[in-house]
């Protein structure tokens, strides 16, 4: 091997290497970047509402031809008394929708006896403070509703934040009605028929 020979890749070392420098600069120089800005969030769970079943709807004993009106409030004929639920664990700044599941007859197998809701003097709704008020004592609302007209609309129970007391709330829901019992020969026994009461956050 001639010295020309050995001396020419030395030669050609630095000069390959300030070729790949000069690449790497070019590189670094056009390097971009992209951010996402995303965001974290949690969603914080309402109370759960309390339910509980006071009493069932009674019309009394009954007879052929029978008219008999339950009102949502006392008083009430010896014998009767209305449907009651209550809804605990009510919060402030929350409106609350109640619509009910009404039959229109009272049956015991295939006889049946027609009942009606229509009227203000059947729905009854009281709220009060939890905590420290007492039931039936509606110092937060009370109003006479009717419950044929909240099958499919809700009656709201609005509580906003200026409602007095701390925040914790119930409302009962009382719900009467008149009951029609046909004339003629009427077979003894329960006619029964289920009513719903149903309470939903609405906002």
């Given at each position: 091997?001639?010295?020309?020979r050995a001396?020419?890749?030395?030669?050609?070392?630095?000069?390959?290497?300030?070729?790949?420098?000069?690449?790497?600069?070019?590189?670094?120089?056009?390097?971009?970047?992209?951010?996402?800005?995303?965001?974290a969030?949690?969603?914080v769970a309402?109370?759960?509402?309390?339910?509980?079943?006071?009493?069932?709807?009674?019309f009394?004993s009954?007879?052929?031809?029978?008219?008999?009106?339950?009102?949502?409030?006392?008083?009430?004929?010896?014998?009767?008394?209305?449907?009651?639920?209550?809804?605990?664990?009510?919060?402030?700044?929350?409106?609350?929708?109640v619509?009910?599941t009404?039959p229109?007859?009272?049956?015991?197998?295939?006889?049946?006896?027609?009942?009606?809701?229509?009227?203000?003097?059947?729905?009854?709704?009281?709220?009060?403070?939890?905590?420290?008020?007492?039931?039936?004592?509606?110092?937060?609302?009370?109003q006479?509703?009717?419950?044929?007209s909240?099958?499919?609309?809700a009656?709201?129970?609005?509580?906003?934040?200026?409602?007095?007391?701390?925040?914790?709330?119930?409302?009962?829901?009382?719900?009467?009605?008149?009951?029609?019992?046909p004339?003629?020969?009427?077979?003894?026994?329960?006619?029964s028929?289920p009513?719903?009461?149903?309470?939903?956050?609405?906002?």
């Amino acid at each position: 091997m001639t010295l020309r020979r050995a001396l020419r890749p030395v030669l050609l070392l630095p000069a390959l290497l300030v070729a790949l420098g000069g690449t790497a600069a070019r590189a670094g120089a056009q390097a971009q970047e992209w951010t996402s800005n995303v965001v974290a969030s949690v969603t914080v769970a309402p109370p759960p509402i309390l339910l509980e079943t006071t009493r069932n709807l009674y019309f009394g004993s009954v007879g052929p031809g029978s008219d008999v009106i339950v009102p949502a409030r006392p008083p009430y004929t010896a014998g009767t008394w209305s449907a009651g639920a209550r809804f605990g664990n009510l919060r402030k700044n929350v409106n609350y929708g109640v619509t009910l599941t009404l039959p229109t007859q009272l049956t015991r197998g295939t006889r049946t006896i027609p009942v009606s809701w229509n009227g203000t003097q059947y729905g009854w709704v009281c709220v009060w403070n939890a905590s420290n008020g007492t039931p039936d004592v509606c110092t937060v609302m009370q109003q006479a509703f009717n419950p044929a007209s909240h099958t499919s609309t809700a009656l709201v129970i609005d509580l906003p934040n200026n409602t007095p007391g701390n925040n914790n709330f119930a409302a009962d829901v009382y719900i009467g009605g008149r009951l029609t019992v046909p004339g003629g020969t009427l077979a003894p026994g329960t006619y029964s028929a289920p009513i719903n009461i149903t309470l939903a956050r609405i906002n």
